[in-house]
């Protein structure tokens, strides 16, 4: 059982690229978030899922997208990325509605230069 | 927006005393959590107190929950040095709210 996972750990982007950021979790939860996390900032959630087939917009959801085609996996892509997007990325899972206990998966560390 | 806030944003402590941190928030809520992120780490959930509670226990910590002042506290006892973490609130809200809001956390040192 390896609960939630991402990959990749680590990406440097340039200005401008793209890339689409994985979360899997195999524990069968219905619900599923893409956190950033800044110095000082906190977490701030950007997109969440509440199943599969549904996405909605969280506290900062410019310039992301993403898709839950499958109930374990939920993507985060950048289409066009900015350095303001340098982040660490968390993804989590819930098996009940947004406010039961959410278990997180290990991070992306992204840098966008 | 937040809305939990934790007080203090960094705690230093000797090994073996107790910690206390403290989390307020503005709105009603169903429950507050409590979660734990060691450095370069997810965050790991800790305890969970429903609104309806006013304490609750769970191995070295204790949680408070004081809905008419809008606070609570995270009690740690006895600290050990592995408990060098930031630990943040979050605050969970029902109905069409599906999602917890996180404080920006305090950050506790325990020095051997």
């Known amino acids: 059982n390896a609960g939630v996972t991402q990959t990749p750990k680590f990406r440097v982007l340039k200005t401008g690229q793209s890339m689409t950021l994985l979360c899997a979790q195999d524990?069968?939860?219905?619900?599923m978030y893409w956190y950033r996390q800044d110095p000082g900032m906190g977490l701030r959630l950007i997109h969440y899922s509440v199943g599969e087939g549904t996405t909605a917009k969280g506290e900062v959801p410019d310039g992301y997208n993403v898709s839950r085609l499958k109930k374990q996996n939920f993507l985060l892509g950048l289409e066009s990325a900015a350095p303001s997007q340098t982040s660490v990325y968390f993804c989590?899972?819930?098996?009940?509605?947004?406010?039961?206990?959410?278990?997180f998966g290990p991070g992306t560390r992204l840098t966008v230069l | 927006s937040q809305q939990g806030e934790e007080d203090p944003q960094a705690l230093s402590i000797q090994e073996g005393e107790n910690a206390t941190m403290n989390c307020s928030y503005k709105?009603?809520?169903?429950?507050l959590q409590w979660y734990r992120q060691n450095s370069g780490r997810g965050l790991v959930h800790l305890i969970l107190?429903?609104?309806?509670?006013r304490e609750k226990h769970s191995g070295r910590l204790r949680v408070t929950l004081d809905t008419s002042k809008k606070s609570s506290s995270l009690l740690i006892t006895a600290s050990r040095a592995a408990d060098t973490a930031s630990y943040f609130c979050a605050t969970g809200s029902g109905g069409s709210n599906y999602k917890l809001t996180f404080g920006k956390g305090t950050l506790l040192t325990v020095n051997p």
């Open positions: 709105t009603s809520i169903n429950n």
């Open positions: 107190i429903r609104s309806n509670e």
């Open positions: 524990m069968n939860h219905e619900y």
């Open positions: 989590a899972s819930s098996l009940l509605a947004g406010s039961d206990t959410q278990y």
